[in-house]
């Protein structure tokens, strides 16, 4: 984004609060509040996007909103006065949609939710396309490894799980959002199976349109007629049916079983077993809205199970000193609670502390400080990876952040006085000298 020829983070107009204005009467976020909280007539624009506790493009939007609609004033920098008047659009910024605009689905896009309308608009384009291939969901290539489907996976994870956006006024977009990310689980669970995978590659194969109608109908309707065809057409290829659909019938029926023992193990709380069921039914009938319709909520049962399962694994390497087995189970149950500060904040440290990725550190403590703005702990592990990295700005910046949450943190407060560039000591979890 740029603001009269220069770049968003080089901005040093300088925000504050409109006068009259009660920041309590205000209907904001947790994220939003912690923002504003922020802008206390002295932090430039581009210092806020780096501590702002939101990514610097939602940092952009919440500041010109709120300069748009008189919450701040810009009171200095780049050119500005105190006192001057609301910040004014750009005339290379488009406006935004007003709520009655209509977006291609026929959809109307609302300014006035917690979620940008790019974000509304980009749901309602999902949206319309939920009955495309699995690897088109998933934005990769047909023959795409378990890799990819994991990294797409997990790309579409930070934007449209619905955790993400907890506490926020979605409107209708809330329920949107969740038949989206429940799409998106779906063919990323059906693809990443390679049993499951292949069943669905014969399911289509063997299928004929008419079947595939037939499969997809409601129970109790009457399934569409098939095409019409010419009699000389039909002589040609007397058999063009009639093995298809010996074929389907027999899927249906083993994708019916699997239904049927999926339920069962659900009833009884095997949640993982229940996934698996559920997931090779789909397999054989890919086009039963009703198993699908399941999956999602047997799904959420068998990833929770899962992530606590490699939750207890991973603590129970690191009574074993086993570090690099602690991490990939924290990693992993990352996959399954992608939006879990707590687990956020484990992972960076057991990454930080044995000397591990540096930047896979630095972009889990900054997704626990987007989901958890006001946790000290979060900053300072922050401020602590940057300082390995030699960031000593960027450190300086956190540990007092942390140091504001939290006056009484004293093991920021250390870091804060310690000398030198980057952190050069023994990691009490690693146990081996580690220069970042």
Request: proline residues 7%; glycine residues 8%; aromatic residues 6%.
């Amino acid at each position: 984004m740029r603001r009269g020829g220069k770049t968003a983070a080089a901005d040093e107009r300088i925000p504050r609060l409109g006068p009259d204005v009660d920041p309590a009467r205000l209907a904001l976020t947790p994220v939003e509040g912690y923002l504003l909280s922020r802008v206390d007539g002295c932090t430039s624009w581009s210092l806020l996007r780096q501590i702002g506790g939101l990514p610097p493009e939602q940092v952009d939007r919440c500041l010109e909103r709120w300069l748009q609609e008189g919450v701040l004033v810009v009171a200095g920098g780049a050119g500005s006065k105190p006192g001057a008047a609301p910040h004014e659009p750009r005339a290379e910024q488009a406006p935004l949609p007003r709520p009655a605009t209509a977006a291609a689905s026929g959809e109307a896009l609302d300014p006035s939710l917690d979620i940008p309308v790019e974000l509304q608009q980009r749901i309602l384009d999902f949206g319309m396309r939920l009955d495309a291939p699995y690897h088109e969901i998933l934005g990769v290539a047909r023959d795409a490894d378990r890799k990819a489907l994991r990294r797409a996976y997990f790309q579409l994870s930070k934007e449209l799980h619905p955790d993400r956006y907890f506490r926020r006024n979605l409107g209708p977009f809330a329920k949107r959002l969740e038949r989206v990310f429940q799409k998106i689980v779906e063919a990323y669970e059906l693809l990443s199976d390679p049993t499951a995978r292949a069943e669905i590659e014969r399911s289509l194969a063997a299928a004929t349109p008419a079947e595939m109608r037939a499969s997809a109908a409601p129970a109790g309707t009457a399934p569409a007629p098939p095409a019409a065809s010419s009699a000389p057409a039909r002589a040609r290829r007397p058999h063009v049916f009639s093995i298809p659909s010996r074929v389907m019938k027999e899927r249906r029926a083993r994708a019916k079983r699997f239904f049927e023992a999926g339920m069962g193990a659900y009833t009884e709380g095997r949640w993982l077993e229940a996934a698996g069921a559920v997931r090779l039914a789909i397999a054989f009938d890919p086009w039963n809205a009703i198993y699908k319709e399941q999956f999602a909520d047997v799904q959420r049962k068998a990833h929770e199970e899962r992530a606590a399962q490699l939750v207890r694994e991973a603590q129970n390497a690191l009574e074993l000193r086993d570090w690099p087995t602690a991490l990939r189970g924290f990693e992993e149950a990352l996959h399954y609670r992608p939006h879990d500060a707590d687990l956020l904040r484990r992972a960076a440290k057991l990454a930080w502390a044995t000397g591990g990725d540096l930047h896979q550190a630095k972009e889990w403590a900054l997704g626990a400080v987007e989901f958890e703005p006001g946790d000290a702990g979060s900053h300072r592990l922050l401020g602590q990876i940057y300082k390995a990295a030699g960031l000593e700005a960027n450190a300086r910046r956190e540990l007092e952040t942390a140091l504001q949450l939290d006056p009484n943190d004293e093991e920021a407060r250390a870091e804060l006085r310690a000398q030198g560039g980057p952190l050069q000591a023994l990691r009490r979890l690693g146990g081996k000298r580690w220069v970042g």
